[in-house]
């Protein structure tokens, strides 16, 4: 069964860096083909893809936050952490991550249950 | 890398189709047949109702349909029920692994 979860501070303050945390279990990040992805959704709003990272290491990032965003993996610990540096309240979000597969269905299929972070000081 | 376009609301009876829109560019929904569509209930993460355009993964009710006409994705939810009451959200590839989704439509059910 494949699974994710999201860890992090629900409060920063601005200016802060976030740090969040996607534990997954019931796939591998060296698996040819596999990723693990980084949404947001400020309340009451939409969606918005953030980062990507692939089963090689690379790393893909959202054009208007790339300067912002660091993602980097963990596969001996089934992790992937995302850093968004300079935090803002605009940045108050649900952020989510999810797997994506090419050697199945090629979408996000599997997703965290979301954590909330609040930026306030 | 804008969002796409979706219709902010759409509503239908019980048993009628609906049809939700996502319009995007030549880059994205025109040149790519990677469109995914997302369901997501209130205080839920989403789930996954449509990839690659049409394909509708294991689980999901065939009432579920999507296509495409150029930079326009669609997704059809034939013989609508009170369940279906919820945010649809349309996701496209854009090239070079950035994604981009949808403005979302939350979809009534009178």
């Known amino acids: 069964q494949v699974t994710l979860r999201e860890s992090g501070p629900a409060l920063v303050k601005p200016t802060q860096t976030l740090t969040l945390t996607c534990s997954f279990s019931g796939f591998s990040l060296t698996t040819s083909g596999m990723y693990v992805t980084w949404v947001r959704q400020p309340p009451g709003k939409a969606l918005e893809w953030l980062a990507l990272?692939?089963?090689?290491?690379?790393?893909y990032y959202s054009t208007s936050l790339k300067t912002r965003l660091t993602i980097s993996k963990d596969t001996s610990e089934n992790q992937v952490v995302l850093t968004m540096t300079n935090m803002d309240p605009v940045d108050t979000a649900t952020y989510y991550c999810?797997?994506?597969?090419?050697?199945?269905?090629?979408?996000?299929?599997?997703w965290g249950q979301g954590t909330m972070v609040t930026v306030s000081s | 890398q804008s969002a796409l376009t979706q219709p902010a609301s759409v509503s239908g009876s019980p048993g009628q189709s609906i049809t939700i829109s996502c319009t995007g560019t030549?880059?994205?929904?025109?040149?790519?047949?990677?469109v995914s569509w997302y369901q997501q209930h209130p205080g839920k993460a989403p789930k996954l109702l449509i990839y690659?355009?049409?394909k509708r993964p294991s689980g999901v009710s065939n009432r579920f349909s999507g296509s495409k006409s150029g930079n326009t994705a669609s997704l059809t939810i034939s013989g609508l029920q009170a369940e279906d009451e919820a945010d649809y959200y349309c996701c496209s590839y854009e090239g070079s692994s950035i994604f981009v989704f949808g403005t979302g439509t939350n979809v009534t059910v009178l």
């Open positions: 999810a797997r994506r597969y090419r050697g199945d269905l090629d979408a996000f299929d599997i």
């Open positions: 690659e355009v049409t």
């Open positions: 990272i692939d089963w090689d290491d690379d790393k």
């Open positions: 030549s880059d994205d929904v025109g040149s790519y047949n990677l």
